[in-house]
């Protein structure tokens, strides 16, 4: 996994590639919680990916209900994998409405 972070003003950027699967979660977890612990909004962009699994999109829905709890900002931004768009929609985590999680029923899935 490779991460790349561009930041812009309370605005962080990260570029995601590589492997996005179990065997990086904790190091994945770690760039989030580092992240969010900066700035007060982050977009979370899609790189090359070899690999994708499960472990990542769930890593995103917590990352994001974390930023809502703590007032927050996070959302998707470029997505250049087509890899990961076929996973995410085989995966089930194409969304028709939003996360009931969420006090304003917002959905990283459909930002």
Same mark, same amino acid.
């Given at each position: ?31 989030? #919680?580092?992240?969010?612990? +900066? ?5 979370? $962009? !899609? ?5 994708? =699994? ?11 209900? #974390?930023?809502?709890?703590? +007032? ?5 931004? $470029? !997505? ?5 768009? =076929? ?25």
């Amino acid at each position: 996994m490779t991460v790349k972070a561009k930041k812009k003003a309370q605005t962080q950027k990260i570029l995601l590639q590589g492997e996005l699967t179990i065997s990086e979660a904790g190091s994945i977890a770690r760039q989030f #919680t580092q992240v969010f612990a +900066g700035h007060d909004e982050v977009i979370i $962009e !899609i790189g090359a990916v070899e690999s994708v =699994d499960l472990t990542f999109l769930q890593i995103i829905c917590s990352a994001h209900q #974390t930023a809502i709890k703590t +007032g927050k900002t996070m959302k998707l931004g $470029e !997505i250049k994998s087509q890899r990961f768009l =076929d996973f995410h929609k085989d995966a089930g985590f194409v969304r028709n409405r939003e996360c009931c999680s969420s006090p304003a029923h917002t959905c990283v899935w459909n930002s």
